[in-house]
């Protein structure tokens, strides 16, 4: 089962597009239409991409503001962003009250 998700927030047409490529893309796909489905769907999940067109205050979060892309670029954006997240994740120890940034 794949570990990284990708959540498509308010964006049907880019979550068709990106569901066909699910396999090759290796991510699960999902798409999420409201904010209390997208609340409850984060809080289950560990390694996590949402992408939308609407800035929100959520974290993990890619901003699709532009009006033409390529679909490769955009695949390049997904994968830099799950990494950039992962690497963040993994570098923040948290021991009793204390954190440990393991990047400095």
Same mark, same amino acid.
């Given at each position: 089962m794949n570990n990284q998700n990708l959540i498509i927030?308010?964006?049907k047409t880019l979550y068709q597009i990106l569901k066909e490529l699910e396999k090759? !893309?290796?991510? @699960?796909?999902?798409?999420?239409e409201n904010k209390q489905m997208l609340e409850s769907k984060i809080r289950n999940l560990n390694n996590y991409l949402i992408l939308?067109?609407?800035k929100s205050s =959520?974290?993990?979060? !890619? =901003? =699709?503001n532009f009006s033409s892309i390529t679909i490769l670029k955009l695949i390049e954006k997904i994968n830099v962003e799950l990494?950039? @997240?992962?690497? @963040?994740?993994q570098s923040n120890i948290y021991i009793n009250n204390y954190l440990i940034n393991l990047n400095y």
């Open positions: 927030y308010q964006f090759d !893309l290796k991510l @699960n796909v999902i798409e999420i939308t067109k609407k =959520f974290k993990n979060q !890619l =901003f =699709f990494m950039r @997240n992962q690497f @963040n994740d």
